[in-house]
Structure formats: structure tokens, C-alpha cells
């Protein structure tokens, strides 16, 4: 992360993403060797999620991902070592981050790191709020206590399954026409 911080200020057109929950679990979740935590990339220490936190603040890190790369039973149900990275995180990435991150982090556009920059870096047209316009919104609820109970069936997948969140996702809107 100092090297794409050093990157983007002498000007050189790089990115960075890093998924939520990198900011929700560290390497102590790995410790009952639960397959449900071998993610891609790997969970990381206390000290290096302070550090995401810091540049996610100033800028470095461009967005948010969920990085979801669900597997079927027969690639986790195996020992630690052989069983493959990845896991269900797509429904959860929003409400983990914010659950997860701290006051400071909150006054960050939280939005912005999951909509607007992965839109810059994959160059795509930036949607607009305007008459006659698509709309393309995400609805979230912020102060909403909840407890994710993972997707039935999927637990060995779901390195959230019976987490407690403060946030949730109420829905998407994509292609309506806007009359005001």
C-alpha cells in the first residue's frame, strides 16, 4: 500500500481495492482452522487492518470489493491446507465494513468506496442522479441492528454466518426512468 501511495503522488495511473472483510477478521480466526476463513486474499494482523483503515482515510485505497468467490462442499469439506480459497461474501460485504469500522472511518464516503470507485477504475460512465436519467442506486440502512444467520446450506461457504451487524442492504434500483 506505501508503494501505490507513492505511485499515485508522482502521478502514475494505478488503483487499489481491498475486500470488507480484511477489516472484520484477522489471523486469529484461522486458529480452529475453520475453512470458512481461507479467503483470497489471506486474513491478516490487528496491526495491518489499523493500517487499512489509515489508507483507506487518505486515499490510497480507491474501493471496496467483496471479493465472493463462493465454493462448492467438496472443495472446503477437506483439511485446512487442501481445502481451496474463497468464500460467500457478496450480501455481506457492505453491512461487515461498516459494522467493523471505526467512527474516523465512517466520515469517509463509505458509499463512494463501493459504488463510484470501482466505477472510475473499471472506466465505466458515471451514473447520475437527473430527469430522464437510469436510475442505478444501491439503498442501504445504517442504524439497523441485525444478526446474519448465512445462506442455508452454505455455512462451511460463509465466513459470516451468525454475525451481528449494524447496517444492512434494502435493495437496488437499476433502469428506472427518474420524473423529477
Not at 481451496?84 to 466520515?107: M, N, V
Request: proline share 5%.
Amino acid at each position: 500500500l506505501r508503494l501505490i501511495k507513492r505511485a499515485k503522488s508522482e502521478g502514475l495511473k494505478v488503483s487499489c481495492d481491498v475486500p470488507a472483510y480484511l477489516f472484520c477478521f484477522d489471523e486469529d480466526h484461522l486458529e480452529g482452522y475453520a475453512t470458512r476463513y481461507k479467503l483470497d486474499p489471506p486474513l491478516r494482523s490487528k496491526k495491518t487492518i489499523r493500517g487499512l483503515s489509515r489508507f483507506v482515510e487518505d486515499g490510497t485505497i480507491d474501493a471496496i470489493s467483496s471479493a465472493h468467490s463462493p465454493q462448492d462442499p467438496e472443495s472446503r469439506d477437506l483439511e485446512f491446507d487442501l481445502a481451496s480459497f474463497g468464500g460467500r461474501t457478496l450480501e455481506t460485504c457492505f453491512p461487515s465494513f461498516w459494522t467493523s469500522t471505526s467512527q474516523d472511518l465512517k466520515k469517509v464516503n463509505v458509499a463512494e468506496l463501493f459504488s463510484l470507485g470501482p466505477a472510475r477504475i473499471l472506466g465505466l460512465e458515471m451514473p447520475r442522479i437527473e430527469k430522464d436519467e437510469n436510475a442505478e442506486l444501491t439503498i442501504f440502512q445504517n442504524r439497523f441492528n441485525w444478526e446474519y444467520t448465512g445462506t442455508k446450506g452454505h455455512e462451511y461457504d460463509d465466513p459470516f454466518a451468525g454475525s451481528q451487524f449494524q447496517a444492512r442492504l434494502l435493495g437496488t434500483i437499476n433502469g428506472l426512468k427518474s420524473n423529477l
